[in-house]
């Protein structure tokens, strides 16, 4: 019985120094929001609203950083997130060419949009029926205007 106590105490310091230990890799924390250069021409404030809600922690420079995303390994996959969001797509950037744009309002439609993992800690994020439809219809008309010409 004590030798799987002090297998269980051993067990539980080493799970505490690794975790203490991966707080001190440095990627995951650079938790910032550039200012808002350009935003698109919203066909309406609801379509706006809808993608602040659904879209905009990932796709926008107004990134909302939860506790759990200071605190690794969780931060690393936040900052991934928020990384690949905005490059792809970034609703605070429309002063540069959004490449990503037209496929927008289809990755919502398929449910790829917002990703599944998401919507576990961001319950606001979840859409009704209606909302949902009405985000699809609303990229649509935005970023009809932005899609980048493509050769396929």
């Known amino acids: 019985m004590r030798n799987g106590i002090r297998m269980l ?3 539980a310091l ?29 066909d309406s404030t609801r379509t706006r609203q809808l993608a602040e809600r659904a879209c905009f922690d990932c796709h ?17 996959l936040v900052q ?3 990384v690949e969001g905005r490059a792809a797509l970034n609703f605070s950037e429309f002063d540069r060419p959004q490449e990503e744009a037209h496929e927008a309002a289809e990755e919502v439609e398929e449910g790829e949009m ?14 009704s029926e209606a909302e949902h439809a009405q985000l699809v219809q609303g990229l649509r ?6 899609q980048v010409q493509r050769g396929d």
């Open 80 to 82: 991934y997130d928020v």
């Open 141 to 146: 008309a935005t970023l009809e205007p932005y």
């Open 114 to 127: 917002p990703m599944p993992i998401f919507l576990i800690s961001h319950p606001d994020a979840r859409l």
């Open 60 to 76: 926008s420079n107004e990134t909302e950083w939860p506790w759990y995303s200071h605190m690794a390994p969780v931060s690393w």
């Open 9 to 11: 105490a051993g067990a």
């Open 14 to 42: 080493v799970v505490t120094t690794l975790f203490v230990a991966v707080q001190l890799v440095p990627y995951g924390r650079a938790h910032t929001n550039p200012a808002t250069r350009a935003e698109p021409t919203w």
